[in-house]
């Protein structure tokens, strides 16, 4: 079987050699990514929406992509968005309850709990949860939503199917502060 752990500097395609010094270089997930150049660069304007310019702003976009790392299982993104969330003014307790039983939650996080399983589950946003969404954050943020998770899955399954490390400042933060 192949290795398709994070590329190293020196490792590094040529053809987006431009792209190290920004987001590309800076984690695990996109050093794997890497091994595709052309998908890699293809992805830039999608990331840089969905991560940057969501119209969801930084708190109910962390918990849109808390809950997607969640439901796939997937511990890097987990990980990676602890320390985010808490630096988007998640408190852990908050972050935490994103675990659980979307039942439980109200206001606002229900909701995009609500929206995250139910494309997570049936790949489909149901008439009355569009509403909501809608209600809540716009028909940008609708889009956004669904986006998200959609960005988020698909990294979810590259660093399940390549065993991505979680980088090493983050290992650090949450061993430092570690959470629940």
């Known amino acids: 079987m192949q290795d398709f752990m994070p ?11 431009d ?28 990331r840089d929406h969905v991560v940057v310019k969501t119209s969801l702003g930084a708190e109910r976009s962390e918990v849109v992509i808390l809950r997607t790392g969640v439901r796939l299982q997937a511990e890097y993104e987990w990980a990676h968005h602890v320390v ?9 307790a908050r972050i935490l309850s994103l675990r659980g ?4 939650l109200s206001g606002a996080d229900a909701i995009l709990v609500r929206a995250v399983d139910a494309l997570i589950d049936a790949a489909c946003l149901p008439a009355d949860l569009q509403a909501e969404l809608v209600d809540l954050v716009g028909v940008d943020g609708l889009f956004d939503v669904i986006a998200t998770v959609g960005l988020y899955r698909i990294l ?5 199917s390549f065993d991505t490390p979680i980088d090493a400042d983050i290992a650090a933060a949450l061993a430092a502060q570690p959470i629940g």
Do not use: E, T
């Open 84 to 92: 985010r969330g808490r630096a988007s003014g998640l408190s852990d």
């Open 19 to 46: 792209m190290r010094g920004g987001f590309a270089g800076r984690l695990n997930v996109y050093r794997v990514m890497a091994h595709h150049p052309a998908l890699l660069r293809a992805w830039a304007d999608f």
């Open 156 to 160: 979810g399954c590259l660093v399940k």
């Open 101 to 104: 039983d979307a039942a439980r």
């Open 7 to 17: 590329l190293s500097d020196a490792d590094w395609p040529s053809q987006i050699a």
